[in-house]
């Protein structure tokens, strides 16, 4: 427990009412260091938040903290736009050949901007260019950014209302295992895909014909939904009988944090454009992309632009990154270990608590505690900050204790944060 109560005054008192995470963890961080973060009275947290997801391989990673302090200290260029730079073409070289190349991915690149919403933005307009049609399909509990374009095909309510005008040319879904309390699970074909098509093929539907589908293979915000692969290929399939394309947002989930580098690897699909932000940078630097297929690139120079669309020291710590920790198959192996490692804890969680109707739901290492009562996953995390583990919510009414720890988490550290959370459920019962 906190000796004394941390001085929140100047950010109660200049900043905006918006904050949110500072509220559910009210202390002063000072610095960190691997999976873990310290305040300024000195006490210490373990990590299972990651930034959102955004230092997969840990705080102040010391081999990327070197290459970025050796290109800070030679002069490099910081801000350069999407002129040429060293940097870009080292980061563009090393994704070339131990990302893509390997997967046998065609893609191409593009910088628009350093927010994982401005990825899915530049995403949205390319399709509509290439299509020439407006509409695009979501998913209910979708997440896909919070500009106006990321919006509108956002599932959540609260989210949406932000925007503060209608939130056009989307079309909702059913995302994967949706209406299974409606079919008893005995559907083998999913159906929403099948009223999908009766959609797209009956012409008296009223159905504008979208440009694209965009979906997460794991909803992280909206309570870690784990699509099926069988779900994944047959959306797939239906895009291409269609003539839509498919996007792939994996700016949460890509980078390893299913296991292999997309999260899309292990349904055997290849969509036509990935989104890529947080992690991407290796070091919670602002850094993004969007990934498509050559042919789609119909782009006029300077159609879509934006000042801060090369960052230098982001393209150091992600090339860094890529050489750390991509050059084999290491990385995806351990998080499978590890993922297996939280698994069997949440299981005994839920065996230990039976009458709270625990749901466990995850891959790799994103995984989700929901409870039948809603207001228990803020509880569990509250008392979990108190114990010193760092855990978000999710879902459509933050029934989900979300954990994302880092990659790069030592099996102790997982076993030490998994103890706490099992305590914060036992003692908040």
């Not at 973060?37 to 990651?50: C, I, M, P, Q, V």
């Not at 093929?201 to 009223?206: A, M, N, T, V």
């Not at 979300?402 to 790069?408: F, S």
Request: hydrophobic share 40%.
């Amino acid at each position: 427990m906190t000796t004394k109560q941390p001085d929140m005054s100047v950010f109660e008192t200049l900043e905006s009412e918006v904050r949110s995470y500072c509220r559910g963890w009210p202390t002063v961080f000072e610095r960190a260091q691997g999976s873990h973060l310290h305040d300024e009275d000195g006490r210490s947290y373990l990590d299972f938040f990651s930034g959102a997801g955004s230092l997969n391989y840990g705080h102040n990673n010391p081999a990327l903290k070197r290459a970025l302090v050796d290109y800070i200290e030679s002069d490099g260029i910081t801000h350069s736009l999407d002129m040429a730079t060293t940097a870009k073409r080292a980061f563009l070289e090393a994704f070339q050949n131990l990302v893509l190349f390997p997967r046998g991915l065609p893609y191409k690149a593009m910088f628009p901007g350093p927010a994982g919403t401005t990825a899915v933005e530049a995403a949205l307009k390319l399709v509509r260019k290439v299509k020439g049609r407006e509409a695009i399909v979501s998913f209910t509990n979708a997440f896909h950014g919070m500009t106006l374009g990321a919006l509108a095909v956002t599932g959540n309510a609260l989210k949406r209302a932000g925007a503060g005008i209608p939130l056009v040319h989307g079309i909702p879904m059913p995302f994967d295992h949706y209406l299974d309390d409606c079919l008893d699970g005995q559907a083998a074909v999913p159906p929403d895909f099948r009223w999908l098509e009766r959609l797209l093929e009956d012409r008296g539907s009223g159905l504008n014909r979208p440009a694209a589908v965009i979906v997460e293979t794991v909803q992280g915000e909206g309570g870690v939904h784990v699509a099926r692969s069988e779900w994944l290929r047959a959306l797939a399939d239906l895009c291409h009988r269609h003539d839509m394309l498919l996007i792939v947002d994996d700016i949460q989930m890509g980078c390893g944090r299913t296991g292999a580098f997309f999260s899309f690897e292990e349904a055997g699909i290849t969509p036509d454009v990935v989104t890529l932000s947080k992690s991407i940078s290796g070091y919670g630097l602002p850094m993004s992309l969007c990934l498509f297929r050559p042919e789609l690139d119909i782009w006029e120079p300077g159609e879509h632009n934006g000042t801060f669309r090369g960052s230098n020291p982001a393209f150091v710590t992600a090339t860094a990154a890529l050489h750390t920790y991509w050059t084999d198959d290491g990385m995806e192996k351990q998080t499978s270990v590890r993922g297996e490692q939280v698994e069997q804890a949440l299981q005994a969680i839920r065996d230990e608590h039976p009458r709270l109707g625990a749901d466990i739901r995850g891959r790799g290492l994103v995984w989700g505690l929901g409870f039948a009562d809603t207001s228990r996953a803020s509880a569990v995390a509250r008392r979990a900050f108190e114990l010193g583990l760092l855990v978000e919510t999710s879902g459509a009414q933050d029934e989900v204790v979300k954990l994302l720890p880092a990659l790069t988490v030592a099996p102790h550290e997982l076993d030490e944060g998994l103890r706490i959370l099992a305590r914060s459920v036992r003692e908040t019962g």
